[in-house]
């Protein structure tokens, strides 16, 4: 298993950016596709960006595209959300999780870091 523990989520306004940390800790995190979440108040749980085991594929909601980079550093074990140019509308809860190589699903999930942009 790997435990996942988010951090770096705050107040901010319209325009200004934000970078989200999420420490691994556990079982071998390269062996680990990642992924952000995040839930609005009221609204589903969905995919925020993707990254590969080597870190060499993303990918992207459309609604952050050129505006969120997804990024992994496995000597650290830790993966990144920087978040640039934040709109109200991506005022949300953001998880991070983990989903074992072969695995179908996200298994694995850290308990959320609130980022609020105002407007």
């Known amino acids: 298993q790997v435990q996942l523990v988010e951090s770096g989520g705050g107040l901010v306004q319209a325009g200004e950016s934000l970078r989200l940390s999420c420490a691994a800790s556990?079982?071998?995190?390269?062996?680990?596709?990642m992924a952000w979440f995040r839930q609005a108040p009221g609204k589903e749980r969905d995919v925020v960006a993707t990254?590969?085991?080597?870190?060499?594929?993303?990918t992207y909601a459309d609604s952050v595209k050129g505006r969120f980079t997804i990024s992994r550093d496995n000597a650290k074990n830790t993966v990144y959300l920087q978040m640039s140019s934040l709109k109200p509308e991506d005022t949300a809860v953001y998880y991070c999780?983990?989903?074992?190589?072969?695995?179908?699903?996200?298994?694995?999930w850290g308990q959320g870091t609130q980022v609020t942009v105002s407007s």
């Open positions: 999780a983990g989903r074992y190589w072969g695995d179908a699903q996200y298994d694995y």
């Open positions: 556990g079982r071998s995190f390269r062996s680990y596709t």
């Open positions: 990254i590969s085991r080597s870190g060499g594929i993303t």
